[in-house]
């Protein structure tokens, strides 16, 4: 946990993980952009250069 914030993680070798995450995909992009931008907030502290991303 970070503050009051729950992390999570997909197991990696969970065998149905690339199709659990078109359909999360999916059901995402039928909220409405109101709603998404209410629960989605961008980061707000620009990266560090040269740092890979995950």
Do not use: C, H, Q, W
Not at 29 to 49: G, N
């Amino acid at each position: 946990m970070i503050g009051k914030t729950r992390l999570y993680e997909f197991n990696p070798r969970y065998p149905f993980l690339i199709e659990l995450k078109a359909i999360l995909g999916k059901a995402v992009s039928f909220i409405p952009d109101k709603d998404r931008e209410k629960y989605y907030t961008p980061r707000l502290r620009p990266r560090r250069k040269g740092k890979p991303i995950k």
